[in-house]
């Protein structure tokens, strides 16, 4: 799996039952806290290789920071962030390298290993797959609203929780034979990532915008206070393309183009699992197991959103 299908991650085929996954993910601070800054990073990047149904086996750091800038505490407490969420999804970090720059980075080189048999892919969606969406969206709204003072605590203290959730129910639905197409929602919001898997499954899909699960209910007046992330405005102008509006509103509109950070694993279930698949989530303890729309036959890549 190389860069063709735009999956999460690369897969190289070691033998009939091995492959590795390997990728790459870093990032400027989005909130404040150094230590959180770390985990949400780690946990971002380690999400590229849950995606593809894979486990994470190593990570090494990849980190640059202006040294006149960012006091030694601050570095450790990244980096300890960052290892912690490592620990938990049973990787070993290695090592890493760092480098001198006008503003921080972080994030994570990772290899892991999946079943060429049981690995996910964002090429593999069917017309009757219902989509789940396992943690809720408006993570680049409320970091908006942080750096802009307006984001309330309660908010923001579940925005960074999710964030820094690890989304490892992908392996486990993929090791079961449960699921075979899945992407995780980050940067391009869940309409940008959708349409690249209808693009690769050369299929369509319908969201119902009420379905969808949003982070708190404060989500809804930082969006009317003008707390839009630039990339977010960028991916509602791109679904312009692709999208069909039926009586959704502005908001929900950049919601479902809001950029995310670390955000949940949409994933295309079919019917006859879809209930099994529901029920193994919530032993999970995901975020959210919500079914928000579904996979249609559609000779372009079309999503049509109704409320």
């Not at 993910?25 to 800054?37: C, E, G, H």
């Not at 908001?251 to 809001?258: M, Q, R, S, V, Y």
């Amino acid at each position: 799996m190389g860069s063709a299908t735009g999956d999460d991650a690369g897969v190289y085929r070691i033998d009939r039952d091995r492959a590795l996954v390997q990728t790459t993910d870093f990032f400027t601070p989005i909130v404040d806290d150094p230590f959180s800054y770390g985990q949400i990073a780690a946990a971002n990047a380690l999400s590229d290789v849950y995606a593809m149904g894979g486990r994470p086996l190593t990570a090494l750091n990849i980190l640059a920071v202006p040294v006149d800038q960012v006091p030694p505490k601050a570095i450790q407490e990244i980096l300890r962030g960052g290892a912690l969420k490592i620990k938990e999804a049973k990787c070993t970090l290695l090592g890493g390298h760092t480098i001198k720059n006008p503003e921080p980075v972080y994030g994570l080189a990772v290899t892991g290993l999946v079943s060429p048999r049981r690995m996910l892919t964002n090429a593999r969606a069917r017309p009757g797959d219902a989509l789940v969406l396992t943690k809720p969206l408006g993570t680049g709204i409320v970091t908006t609203g942080i750096k802009r003072g307006l984001t309330p605590p309660s908010l923001e203290r579940k925005a960074l929780a999710s964030m820094a959730r690890l989304n490892d129910a992908g392996p486990e639905l993929a090791e079961r034979g449960l699921v075979k197409a899945a992407v995780d929602i980050t940067g391009f919001g869940l309409l940008g990532h959708l349409a690249a898997m209808c693009r690769s499954s050369h299929v369509g899909a319908e969201i119902i915008a009420r379905e969808v699960p949003v982070i708190g209910k404060g989500v809804s007046d930082l969006i009317a206070a003008g707390c839009i992330p630039g990339g977010s405005r960028d991916n509602l102008a791109y679904a312009s393309g692709f999208a069909e509006w039926n009586g959704v509103s502005e908001a929900e509109k950049i919601l479902l183009t809001d950029a995310q950070t670390s955000g949940g694993l949409l994933l295309c279930i079919p019917q006859q699992r879809l209930q099994l698949v529901l029920t193994l989530l919530k032993r999970l303890k995901t975020p959210c197991a919500c079914v928000i729309g579904r996979i249609v036959r559609s000779a372009k890549p079309k999503i049509r959103v109704s409320e």
